[in-house]
C-alpha cells in the first residue's frame, strides 16, 4: 500500500513538471482578451513553427489588469504582459524594476498594437432610452460598471465620463466631479473586473446599460444573443489603449527574449492585426483598419495625455487612496 | 439508550409523560414544521444541486462528456488532485501528532497550542493565500533567495499545495484532540505497565480507539483541500493548463460564457460532495457505534 503511494506521488510529480519542459511563453493578460489571445497564441504558434521550425507554446493567465500586474511583480513568471493601460505596466517598473522606465518607447503606437473604446450596452429595444452619458446620471437608471480601484476597464470607463462632462458647455473640473458623482450613485454594485460587470450585466440581468469596452460589448451581443442587447455609442469616448511589453528579467531568466519579442512584434503584423480586429479590438495598422471600418463607429475620442496629462496624473489625482473616485463614491447611498 | 432505561426505572411514567408531550402537538404545527424544513432543503439545497445538473447536461452527454476531457480541465482535475495527494497524508501526520501530545499530555502552552490550530478557520482564506505571497513573492522575505536558486513556490504547484495544507490545517487535529481526551490515558498507561513499548501502545492502543474519528477528520479534509478557492487563488497566478486547480477552471469557464463546460466540471465538485457525504455520514455512524461499544 505503502509502495503504491509513493509510487503515485512519483508519477503525478513527474506529470506535473513535464507540463514545464517545453518551450513556452507566459502571456499574463487582462480580461477581456481571452479569445483574442486564444486566436493569436494559435496563429503565432504556426508561424513560429514555419519561422524557426521550433515549437511554442504560449500559456495565458486572465484577470483584473491591476491584479495581474501585481501578480508578475510578486514573481509570476510572465514573459509578456498585454494588459489594459499603461499604469499598470509602469508598476512593474516602480515596485519590482523587471522592466526598464521607457518600456513603452520600445514599440510602435505606444507599444499599443490595438485600441478600444468605451460604449454603453443596452437592453434590446433600450427601453431606458439611453444615447448618451447624460443619460446616465437620470434618476432610476441603474448603471453596471466595476471597481474603477481593480479594475482597469473601470478607470477608463471613469475617466470617459469625466472627460464627457468636461468637454461640455460651461465644464469645469467641479462640474465634471459633479456628474461622475451622480454617475456612481446610479451604480448598484462594483464588480472587481470587466468580464465579471458583464456578467452581472447580461447574465444575472442587472441594470439598465453596461459601460464597457467596446470588444466587450461586442462579444456580449455576438455570443449571447443579438435579440437581447444592443450597443450605444456615445457622442464622446476615450481612446483606450492597452499596452503590450516583455518583461526584460524574466525572459533574461529562461532565455526567450527573442521568441517574446517576436510574439510582440508579430501582434502588429498583417495576420495579428486581422485577429485583433476580428475579436473587436481597433487595429492600428492603417490598413486593416479600413478593411474594417465598418465594424467600429466613428466617434470622438480622447486621450489619456491630453485631458489628464498622462496615466501616473491620472491615477494619482482619481484612483490613488483618497482620490477623488473615494471622495465621490459611498456605497449604499 | 442506555440512559432512558435509566431514568425509566427512577422515574415511572416520565418517559411516556415525555413521549406524549413531543407528540402532542396539533397536526398543522407538525405540519407546518416539517413543510417548513423541507422547503427550506430544497430550496437552498436540492434546487441549485438540480439547476447545477441540468445546466451541465443542458446539451447533451457529448458536451458534458467533452467539457470533462478538454486539456485545460483535465490538467486542473490533475493538479486538484495532487493537491490532495500532498495536503492530506501531510495533514493527518500533523493532526494525529498534534492531537495526540495536547490530548495525552500536560505541558505550559497547551491550549496557546490548541488554538494556533485553530487559526486556519478564524482566517479567511484570502489571507491564508497573502500571507504566502508575502513570504515566498518576488517582493516577499525569501522571494529574491528563491529565484536566484530558481525554485519555483509561488504561482506554481508548491505554493498552492502550502496554500490548501493551511487551509485544512484543523480538520484532522480538531475531529481527534476531544475523541483522544474522552478516552483519557487509562488504556495507555496500562499497557505500558504490561511492558508495551511507545510506538507498539501507540499503534496498538492509541490509534485502534479513534480510527473512525481520523477517517472522519481526513474526509473533510479531503473535501476542503479539493474544493478551496480562495487561498488558492491568490497564490495561483491562474495560468491555463498549469496552476489552476479544478475551483478555479469553474470560473475561468464561467467567466468565458462557457457556462455548459462551467457546470459540468463544477458538477465534478458536486459529485465530489455528495460523495463524502455519503463517506461522512458512514463514518459518523460507525463512530456512535464504537463509541457505544466502547463505553
Known amino acids: 500500500m505503502y509502495r503504491i503511494i509513493v509510487l503515485l506521488l512519483v508519477v503525478t510529480l513527474f506529470h506535473v513538471s513535464q507540463g514545464f519542459a517545453a518551450t513556452e511563453l507566459l502571456n499574463v493578460s487582462y480580461d477581456p482578451t481571452r479569445e483574442l489571445y486564444q486566436e493569436y497564441n494559435k496563429a503565432f504558434t504556426r508561424y513560429w513553427k514555419q519561422k524557426s521550425g521550433q515549437d511554442v507554446t504560449v500559456k495565458q493567465s486572465h484577470g483584473g489588469s491591476g491584479k495581474q500586474a501585481r501578480a508578475v511583480i510578486d514573481g509570476l513568471d510572465a514573459d509578456v504582459v498585454t ?47 439611453i444615447r448618451d452619458w447624460n443619460d446616465l446620471v437620470r434618476p432610476g437608471v441603474s448603471v453596471i460598471t466595476p471597481n474603477p480601484k481593480t479594475s482597469g476597464g473601470a478607470r477608463w470607463n471613469y475617466l470617459a465620463a469625466w472627460a464627457y462632462a468636461l468637454k461640455q458647455k460651461g465644464g469645469s473640473e467641479a462640474s465634471a466631479r459633479e456628474f461622475v458623482g451622480k454617475l456612481f450613485r446610479n451604480v448598484p454594485v462594483l464588480d472587481s473586473g470587466a468580464r465579471g460587470s458583464t456578467t452581472t450585466f447580461v447574465q444575472r440581468g442587472q441594470g439598465d446599460v453596461l459601460i464597457a469596452w467596446e470588444n466587450e460589448a461586442f462579444l456580449a451581443v455576438n455570443e449571447l444573443g443579438r435579440d437581447r442587447f444592443e450597443i450605444v455609442v456615445p457622442s464622446l469616448s476615450i481612446l483606450a489603449e492597452p499596452p503590450v511589453t516583455l ?53 470622438k475620442l480622447v486621450t489619456v495625455d491630453q485631458t489628464f496629462g498622462g496615466w501616473t496624473r491620472a491615477q494619482k489625482t482619481h484612483f490613488a487612496d483618497g482620490g477623488t473616485f473615494d471622495q465621490i463614491y459611498r456605497p449604499g447611498r | 439508550m442506555r440512559s432512558n432505561d435509566m431514568n425509566r426505572s427512577r422515574y415511572p411514567g416520565a418517559f411516556s409523560v415525555q413521549k406524549a408531550g413531543a407528540l402532542a402537538e396539533p397536526l398543522a404545527v407538525r405540519l407546518l414544521l416539517v413543510g417548513c424544513t423541507l422547503f427550506f432543503l430544497s430550496l437552498f439545497l436540492l434546487m441549485p444541486l438540480g439547476a447545477l445538473f441540468s445546466e451541465a447536461l443542458s446539451k447533451g452527454w457529448q ?46 502552552g497547551k491550549s496557546l497550542l490548541v488554538t494556533l490550530i485553530d487559526l486556519p478557520f478564524s482566517v479567511s482564506p484570502v489571507v491564508s493565500g497573502l500571507v504566502y505571497v508575502l513570504v515566498f513573492g518576488l517582493q516577499g522575505w525569501l522571494g529574491p533567495w528563491l529565484q536566484a536558486h530558481d525554485i519555483k513556490i509561488i504561482f506554481a504547484v508548491p505554493g ?39 510506538l507498539q501502545t501507540f499503534f496498538r492502543v492509541t490509534l485502534p480507539n479513534v480510527k473512525w474519528g481520523l477517517l472522519y477528520g481526513v474526509i473533510l479534509c479531503n473535501a476542503r483541500a479539493m474544493g478551496e478557492f480562495g487561498a488558492v487563488s491568490v497564490v495561483s497566478g491562474h495560468v491555463r493548463g498549469a496552476t489552476n486547480t479544478v475551483p478555479l477552471q469553474v470560473e475561468i469557464l464561467y467567466n468565458e460564457y462557457n457556462f455548459v463546460a462551467a457546470f459540468a466540471v463544477a458538477s465534478l465538485l458536486a459529485l465530489l460532495a455528495l460523495v463524502s457525504l455519503a463517506l461522512k455520514t458512514f463514518t459518523e455512524w460507525k463512530l456512535r457505534q464504537f463509541q457505544k461499544g466502547g463505553a
Not at chain 1, 85 to 98: Q, R, W
Not at chain 1, 104 to 123: A, D, E, G, M
Not at chain 2, 74 to 86: D, E, K, Q
Not at chain 2, 168 to 192: D, H, K, N, S
Open chain 1, 247 to 299: 518583461v526584460d528579467k524574466v525572459v533574461d531568466r529562461k532565455g526567450t527574449r527573442v521568441v517574446a519579442q517576436e510574439y510582440l512584434k508579430y501582434l502588429y503584423s498583417q495576420e495579428g492585426q486581422e485577429i485583433a480586429a476580428r475579436n473587436y479590438y481597433r487595429p492600428s495598422d492603417r490598413k486593416v483598419a479600413g478593411k474594417y471600418a465598418k465594424l467600429f463607429p466613428k466617434l
Open chain 2, 63 to 108: 458536451e458534458y462528456r467533452a467539457a470533462l476531457i478538454e486539456p485545460d480541465a483535465l490538467s486542473a482535475m490533475r493538479l486538484t488532485l495532487v493537491t490532495a495527494v500532498f495536503c492530506v497524508p501531510f495533514n493527518l501526520f500533523f493532526g494525529i501528532v498534534a492531537s495526540w501530545c495536547t490530548a495525552k499530555f500536560t505541558f505550559p
Open chain 1, 83 to 129: 494588459l489594459a493601460l499603461a499604469y499598470d505596466v509602469d508598476e512593474i517598473h516602480n515596485k519590482a524594476k523587471l522592466i526598464p522606465k521607457e518600456w513603452q518607447k520600445r514599440l510602435p503606437k505606444n507599444s499599443s498594437p490595438y485600441s478600444s473604446t468605451i460604449v454603453f450596452l443596452v437592453r434590446k429595444g433600450n427601453p431606458k432610452q
Open chain 2, 160 to 198: 498552492i499545495v502550502l496554500a490548501t495544507v493551511f487551509v485544512t490545517f484543523p480538520f484532522v487535529a480538531r475531529e481527534l484532540i476531544p475523541l483522544m481526551e474522552a478516552q483519557g490515558r487509562e488504556e495507555e498507561e496500562a499497557a505500558l505497565t504490561l511492558g508495551a513499548g511507545g
